[in-house]
T-cell receptor, first 114, second 116 residues
C-alpha cells in the first residue's frame, strides 16, 4: 500500500488553464503539506494543514487554493496557470504539526505549463 | 531566520569510496530539528534521519553515519563504502520549535554520483 499517493503523476497543460492535483495519505497522520520543487531542485513549502485546518500559507499566489476535505486528503487547485508554475509538486504528511515529526512524501506531480 | 546551506552542489565518487555531504544551518531557536532526505533518480523523497538539537550523539545506520556538531552548526552525512544505488540528491533540512508547528526549510541539495 502506498503511504502518500498523488494523482496525476504528470500534468501537461496550457497557460491560462485550471488544474487540480490530488493527494491522499493512509498513514493516519494529522498534518499534510504541499511543496514546490523547481527546476534547480529547490524545495519550498507552500501550505500546511493540520486536521483540515490551514496552518501555513507561504505567500503563495492566491491562484493556488488548497482544500482538505478530511485529514487524509489534501488537494491543490491552481487557476490561470502560468509558465512559472512548471515544477514538481510534492505532497507530504506527518504524524503531527510539531517540529520533530518527520514528513513522508508522495511521489510528486510534474506539472508542465506550455 | 532559519537557513540551511549545502555548499557542495555535486560530488562524484567511485564505488567503495567514502563520501561526506556537508550541511551547515542557521537558527536563532535553541530547540530545533535537523533532517536528511534522499531523492533518488526516480524522484521520490525518502526520509533518512532526524536529530534533535539537544541530542549531539552521532548516529550510525549501516553504511550511513551522521555527525552533529552544535559548535559549528553542522550536521554532516557520511556514506561509507559507497554504492551505485547511493546515487541521488541528498537534502538537509531544518525545523524550528518556536513556531509551534513544523515548517521544514531545505538546503539546495547535494547531487551524489557513484560510478562503478
Amino acid at each position: 500500500d502506498t503511504a502518500v499517493s498523488q494523482t496525476p503523476k504528470y500534468l501537461v497543460t496550457q497557460m491560462g488553464n485550471d488544474k487540480s492535483i490530488k493527494c491522499e495519505q493512509n498513514l493516519g497522520h494529522d498534518t499534510m503539506y504541499w511543496y514546490k520543487q523547481d527546476s534547480k531542485k529547490f524545495l519550498k513549502i507552500m501550505f500546511s494543514y493540520n486536521n483540515k485546518e490551514l496552518i501555513i500559507n507561504e505567500t503563495v499566489p492566491n491562484r493556488f487554493s488548497p482544500k482538505s476535505p478530511d485529514k487524509a486528503h489534501l488537494n491543490l487547485h491552481i487557476n490561470s496557470l502560468e509558465l512559472g508554475d512548471s515544477a514538481v509538486y510534492f505532497c507530504a504528511s506527518s504524524q503531527g504539526q510539531r517540529g520533530f515529526y518527520e514528513q513522508y512524501f508522495g511521489p510528486g506531480t510534474r506539472l508542465t505549463v506550455t | 531566520a532559519q537557513k540551511v546551506t549545502q555548499a557542495q552542489t555535486e560530488i562524484s565518487v567511485v564505488e567503495k569510496e567514502d563520501v561526506t555531504l556537508d550541511c551547515v544551518y542557521e537558527t536563532r531557536d535553541t530547540t530545533y530539528y535537523l533532517f536528511w532526505y534522499k531523492q533518488p533518480p526516480s524522484g521520490e523523497l525518502v526520509f533518512l534521519i532526524r536529530r534533535n538539537s539537544f541530542d549531539e550523539q552521532n548516529e550510525i545506520s549501516g553504511r550511513y553515519s551522521w555527525n552533529f556538531q552544535k559548535s559549528t552548526s553542522s550536521f554532516n552525512f557520511t556514506i561509507t563504502a559507497s554504492q551505485v544505488v547511493d546515487s541521488a540528491v541528498y537534502f538537509c533540512a531544518l525545523s524550528e520549535a518556536a513556531t509551534g508547528f513544523q515548517k521544514l526549510v531545505f538546503g539546495t541539495g547535494t547531487r551524489l554520483l557513484v560510478s562503478p
